[in-house]
T-cell receptor, first 116, second 113 residues
Framework: DVKVTQSSRYLVKRTGEKVFLECVQD?????MFWYRQDPGLGLRLIYF???????EKGDIPEGYSVSREKKERFSLILESASTNQTSMYLC???????????????FGDGTRLSIL | KQEVTQIPAALSVPEGENLVLNCSFT??????LQWFRQDPGKGLTSLLL?????REQTSGRLNASLDKSSGRSTLYIAASQPGDSATYLC????????????FGQGTELSVKP
């Protein structure tokens, strides 16, 4: 079974701190994704990566950056945390579409981040 | 831009009922469509993936259908159980969003014993 592991289930940080959320997958997937989920807004894509050191902005990249130094690990960075970044953060991974149209995305358990 | 709508937003049924969750999307140029389940405070669990060339996909008591031309998918749950209580999300991929998943708001299902 595919395993996508997020480093923390719950995290509390202070405004202005630099925050790192880590995600590791064990299926050698090229694609990795970071989403945030908020009530009434659903899941929104922050950033995704289709290979090591490759990244692309999603729908809401402002205030975030990402790092992918190794294929299995994708980090989301809040450069200077703000209260409006309090949310549930979800990481996902998948094979790319050129491997066929039946490549599901697999999700981690999520990190509930509170910025005080 | 792809927009995904799920109806109803919430559903409460007695145990044993068969039920249908609906998903509609505006851009029919998709590679596939995934249905997910999300339990409160948890991540997403992939239930079914239908490729654009398929009409149906089945897994146990779940059956998902896809009508790409009309921009619709349904998730049928047979003989519902209290353990089916969760939020169900549909997400088409491909088309003009570069292969990324676009999510609906979900249907919150409650199955009463």
């Amino acid at each position: 079974d595919v395993k996508v592991t997020q480093s923390s289930r719950y995290l509390v940080k202070r405004t202005g701190e630099k925050v790192f959320l880590e995600c590791v997958q064990d299926m050698d997937h090229e694609n990795m994704f970071w989403y945030r989920q908020d009530p009434g807004l659903g899941l929104r894509l922050i950033y995704f990566s289709y290979d090591v050191k490759m990244k692309e902005k999603g729908d809401i990249p402002e205030g975030y950056s990402v790092s992918r130094e190794k294929k299995e690990r994708f980090s989301l960075i809040l450069e200077s945390a703000s209260t409006n970044q309090t949310s549930m953060y979800l990481c996902a991974s998948s094979f790319p579409y050129y491997r066929g149209p039946n490549q599901p995305q697999h999700f981690g358990d999520g990190t509930r981040l509170s910025i005080l | 831009k792809q927009e995904v709508t799920q109806i109803p937003a919430a559903l409460s049924v007695p145990e044993g009922e068969n039920l249908v969750l609906n998903c509609s999307f505006t851009d029919s140029a998709i590679y596939n469509l995934q249905w997910f389940r999300q339990d409160p405070g948890k991540g997403l669990t992939s239930l079914l993936l239908i490729q654009s060339s398929q009409r149906e996909q089945t897994s146990g008591r779940l059956n998902a259908s896809l009508d790409k031309s009309s921009g619709r998918s349904t998730l049928y749950i047979a003989a519902s159980q209290p353990g089916d209580s969760a939020t169900y999300l549909c997400a088409p991929a491909g088309g003009n969003q570069g292969g990324k998943l676009i999510f609906g708001q979900g249907t919150e299902l409650s199955v009463k014993p």
